[in-house]
């Protein structure tokens, strides 16, 4: 008789194969000029825009089950808190439950705060800001025990935004 993984722990593990993949993928740079920035992507990940209302844009994208997404509302900046209030709408998790990574200006924007906000399983990383052209909103949606394992790649990813 042969001895075979339980069909839970195979799932697990081709899940986790998955979203690591993401972590040792060659990256290419993606321009948006229309929405005004640009950031690494996993090579032959696919971006697709569509319009969220409001103002606000998005380009986003899949790699592995790691989902990527770039939302920019061109014109009238912004305060924080109205992009954070916004940001909150889309992702579906209260501010409060978000861990405050960093903050500062650099890389085009000229003030930005970088978060980590865990739902279950999902964890989602990422940063929002006004840049030259407008407000931001870049982040990632990958498992906890992913972003654990590969936050250098993930880290790697964020520190490649620029907004011009």
Request: no cysteine.
């Given at each position: 008789m042969r001895n075979l993984l339980p069909a839970s722990k195979l799932a697990a593990a081709a899940l986790l194969c998955a979203a690591s993949q993401l972590a040792t993928a060659d990256w290419t740079k993606y321009d948006a000029p229309t929405y005004g920035y640009s950031m690494l992507?996993?090579?032959?990940?696919?971006?697709?825009?569509?319009?969220?209302?409001?103002?606000?844009?998005?380009?986003?994208?899949?790699?592995d089950g790691v989902k990527l997404y770039g939302l920019a509302k061109l014109g009238a900046k912004e305060s924080d808190a109205d992009i954070e209030k916004y940001a909150v709408k889309v992702i579906g998790i209260p501010a409060?439950?978000?861990?405050?990574?960093?903050?500062?200006?650099?890389?085009?924007?000229?003030?930005?705060?970088?978060?980590?906000?865990?739902?279950?399983?999902k964890l989602y990383f990422g940063g929002y800001g006004v840049g030259r052209q407008g407000n931001y909103l870049l982040y990632l949606e990958t498992t906890v025990e992913d972003y654990d394992h590969h936050k250098a790649d993930y880290r790697k990813w964020y520190d490649s935004i620029r907004v011009y």
């Open positions: 992507v996993p090579e032959g990940t696919k971006m697709t825009s569509r319009e969220l209302g409001g103002g606000w844009g998005q380009l986003w994208g899949n790699s409060s439950k978000w861990k405050m990574v960093d903050s500062g200006s650099g890389r085009g924007f000229e003030r930005y705060r970088t978060f980590e906000a865990v739902s279950g399983d």
